[in-house]
């Protein structure tokens, strides 16, 4: 009897001890299964995506650390189309989300401002539209921010200039409106094509 009270105790203690290495690899996987709910996927790149399994990190095109938490999701040129989900801003490790080159359409959740880990995010050649989200100027780790060939409106949010990080910034052939920053980080770029008037092609490079 007093073995079994030994036992839970122990039990609970681990818990205790360990809650996030116990809960982030399953609320990875919902959040990844989730994505893969709201993208139509007609050459099944995300078959291997099976959410009963412990954790995303044997599905193809997901990359995990040592502690078994997502740091990549590679989905480049994947036919994909469908829209984001906030949930993706739960992958606190995520280095870099690769979804270029797909038919992925609606907005740019706010939510990948949390993503505070992320060093690549890289969305070109896709059909999001609504602004880029503010939020993304918390993302202090970013290098390469590639929004380019989507339909995004509105103006470049000022938070962007924060980023220190920042090497490759390209935001070309979108319907952005509004003045590029020239301070902060964007005082470090060298415009490669910068029309006063028309800001339509504002592809920036160090
Ligand atoms: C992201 O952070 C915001 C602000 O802290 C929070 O409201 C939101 O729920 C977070 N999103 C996710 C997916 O955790
Ligand atoms: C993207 O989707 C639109 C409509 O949903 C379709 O007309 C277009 O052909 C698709 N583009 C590609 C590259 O699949
Ligand atoms: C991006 O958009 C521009 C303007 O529409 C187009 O000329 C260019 O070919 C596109 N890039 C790619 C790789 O499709
Ligand atoms: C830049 O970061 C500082 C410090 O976190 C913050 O106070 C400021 O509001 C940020 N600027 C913009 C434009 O977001
Ligand atoms: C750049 O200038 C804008 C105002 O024009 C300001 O909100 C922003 O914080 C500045 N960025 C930095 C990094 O100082």
């Known amino acids: 009897m007093e073995g079994e ?21 399953n609320m990875e996987g919902d959040a990844l299964h989730t994505l893969r709910t709201n993208l139509e996927d007609p050459n099944n790149v995300l078959q291997s995506w099976d959410p ?5 990190c044997t599905w193809f095109h997901v990359t995990c650390n040592s502690d078994n938490s997502v740091i990549r999701v590679d989905l480049g040129n994947a036919a ?11 992958l606190k ?3 870099y989300l690769e979804l270029y080159s797909n038919n992925i359409s609606g907005p ?3 939510d990948l401002g949390n993503l505070t880990s992320l060093v690549s995010l890289d969305l070109y050649l896709n059909s999001f539209t609504g602004p880029i ?5 918390k993302l202090s780790k970013l290098r390469f ?3 380019n060939n989507n339909s995004l409106t509105g103006t470049i ?17 979108n319907h952005l409106s509004g003045v590029v920053p020239d301070n902060g980080s964007f005082s470090l770029f060298t415009p490669i094509r910068c029309p006063v008037d028309e800001l339509n092609s504002n592809r920036l490079s160090p």
């Open 5 to 25: 009270v030994v036992v839970v105790f122990t039990l609970l203690l681990l818990c205790l001890l360990h809650p996030f290495s116990f809960i982030s690899a």
């Open 52 to 56: 009963t399994l412990v954790n995303p």
């Open 80 to 90: 994909l189309s469908g829209q984001l989900v906030p949930q993706l801003g739960l």
């Open 93 to 95: 490790n995520l280095q």
């Open 108 to 110: 740019i959740p706010s």
């Open 133 to 137: 989200p503010e939020t993304l100027g």
């Open 145 to 147: 921010l590639r929004l």
């Open 157 to 173: 949010p000022m938070s962007l200039t924060n980023i220190t990080a920042l090497q490759v910034l390209d935001l070309s052939n």
